[in-house]
């Protein structure tokens, strides 16, 4: 397969990368001039998710040129932004016909080089750096104009309609597989309350709706490898907007947690307080003065909301056979959401010493509605 892009020197490698749970990634290898090598991200939207890649890619190309105008415009010369390589004609993604007659659509991002994700760290500052590094996202992005931005996936954080969802599709229960995840669905219909407890205020003053990345896993960041700064975040697929008690929530859910989402062995799954700490001292550090209170209020709760919202999707996946998360094994999304409901529990138990610590960071990082 010859895809149509200029790039210069000689392809020596392609290797494929089998991370995330949606795309399929290939790291492309060339050696160019003066014997340098450099590295290009080759990706396979998965359409079925991503239903207009075009559209997506426009967002992604609009957010990136003007996140670059404004790390500018801040003199860092620290940070940097991904970097979408156009086609020979100019396209932002090329489309090929795919072995089963259906199209396949492929883009290739510049490989940052001296980079490293994690997709997992107890370093407390790459921790850290991770939390600064959505931060400064989010703050980066704050006068971008919104309605340019289209909603690559319809309602992707509604945690309501993700709960009815859930509830529809054990009655209809195709591959008979809600009995055995009964004790798994009480739980969550115990916490049906939660579900709407950021989505009934999004788009009002207390909630606002902001530029937001609504990915933010650990390995969304690519770290420096030398000095462990943040240097880009990445997987910009879900920009859209949103609250930022989504991202804030998702960075510690999957930052701050003492395992991977998929580990089986529920007795080492916990949050990890030194790590909450960090990432939200990271995070704060960058967006304290222009939080609302009623998002200050959540942020404690929202950690519990979206690692909820995630076990959901992944028993709701496990009762319909399978068809949205990757799996490398026939019960992946059971031990994912099984895990996912483990997390909660220590949350839970921990929510007290949450929220007494986001106030003091918050208050450390210039935050000023409570010394009103
Ligand atoms: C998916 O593909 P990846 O790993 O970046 C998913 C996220 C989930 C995540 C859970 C578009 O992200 O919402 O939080 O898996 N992305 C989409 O690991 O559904
Ligand atoms: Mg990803």
Redesign the pocket.
């Known amino acids: 397969m010859r895809l149509p892009y200029n790039i210069e020197g000689k392809l020596v490698s392609i290797e494929s990368n089998n ?5 399929k990634t290939y790291i492309a290898t060339f050696i160019q001039e003066g014997n340098v090598q450099r590295k290009y991200l080759i990706q396979r939207i998965n359409t079925t ?2 239903r207009e890649p075009y559209k997506l890619m426009k967002n992604i190309e609009g957010v990136t040129r003007y996140l670059e105008r404004m790390i500018r415009k801040e003199k860092d010369n620290n940070h940097e932004v991904l970097k979408i390589v156009k086609t020979t004609d100019g396209r932002l993604l090329c489309s090929i016909l795919g072995e089963n007659g259906s199209r396949d659509y492929y883009r290739i991002y510049q490989f940052i080089e001296n980079s490293v994700s994690y997709d997992y760290s107890v370093d407390p500052q790459i921790v850290y750096n991770t939390g600064k590094a959505f931060g400064n996202f989010q703050r980066l992005l704050a006068d971008y104009p919104m309605h340019k931005l289209e909603e690559t ?1 319809k309602d ?1 954080h509604d945690t309501r309609k993700r709960y009815r969802k859930l509830m529809e599709d054990i009655k209809i229960d195709p591959r008979d597989r809600a009995l055995k995840v009964a004790r798994e669905i009480v739980f969550i219909l115990k916490r049906e309350d939660i579900c709407s407890l950021i989505m009934d205020e999004l788009g009002t003053d207390a909630v606002p709706l902001r530029v937001t990345h ?2 933010t ?1 650990v ?2 960041v690519m770290m420096n490898m030398n000095t462990g700064d943040y240097l880009a975040v990445i ?1 910009l ?2 920009v859209m907007p949103g609250s930022m008690l989504f991202d804030y929530g ?1 960075g510690i859910r ?1 930052t701050a947690s003492t395992t991977a ?1 998929d580990e089986r062995d529920l007795t080492k799954v916990k949050l990890n307080l030194e790590l909450f700490k960090m990432y939200t001292d990271g995070y704060l550090s960058e967006m304290a003065p222009f939080l609302t209170e009623r998002e200050l209020m959540l942020m404690g709760e929202s950690i519990r909301i979206i690692t909820l919202e ?1 076990a959901i ?1 992944f028993l709701n996946d496990y009762i319909n056979g399978d068809t ?2 990757k799996i490398d094994y026939e019960e992946h999304n059971l031990v ?1 959401a099984r895990n996912q409901l483990e997390l909660i529990k220590d949350i839970e138990s921990k929510l007290p010493v949450i929220e007494s610590y986001i106030l003091n960071s918050y208050e450390k990082y210039g935050g000023r509605i409570l010394r009103k």
């Open positions: 991370s995330g749970n949606i795309n998710v991503f996936i992707f609504n990915d896993k390995n969304n997987d697929d879900t998702d999957s989402e995630l999707r949205y998360f994912r």
